[in-house]
């Protein structure tokens, strides 16, 4: 596999991880270099926390978010910060 491909395929992946409305409303949550935990994220988007957990699951298994443990809770985070100008520019694409 080509170089080109390889990227091709990350940026696919990457795509795929964001490509839902309440993921794409956590990348926004996460913008700026925030820190939140699930229950932070849970309590602002007024969803159920599993739901959530399930969201943040995806966009760590495909590399979109970074998650640390401090105590027992668990912080979540922009690996990219660059995602939220993906997310900025597909918004100016849909005005």
Excluded: W
Excluded at 6 to 12: E, H, I
Excluded at 70 to 89: E, P, S, T
């Amino acid at each position: 596999m080509g170089e080109a491909t390889r990227k091709s395929k990350k940026a696919s992946n990457m795509l795929k991880a964001i490509a839902h409305p309440v993921r794409i409303d956590i990348i926004r949550l996460l913008r700026d270099g925030k820190r939140m935990s699930v229950t932070e994220i849970f309590e602002h988007l007024n969803m159920k926390q599993a739901t959530i957990s399930q969201h943040l699951r995806i966009l760590k298994d495909r590399d979109a978010v970074v998650c640390e443990r401090d105590g027992k809770n668990r912080y979540y985070y922009l690996k990219h910060i660059r995602l939220i100008q993906v997310i900025y520019c597909i918004d100016r694409c849909c005005e």
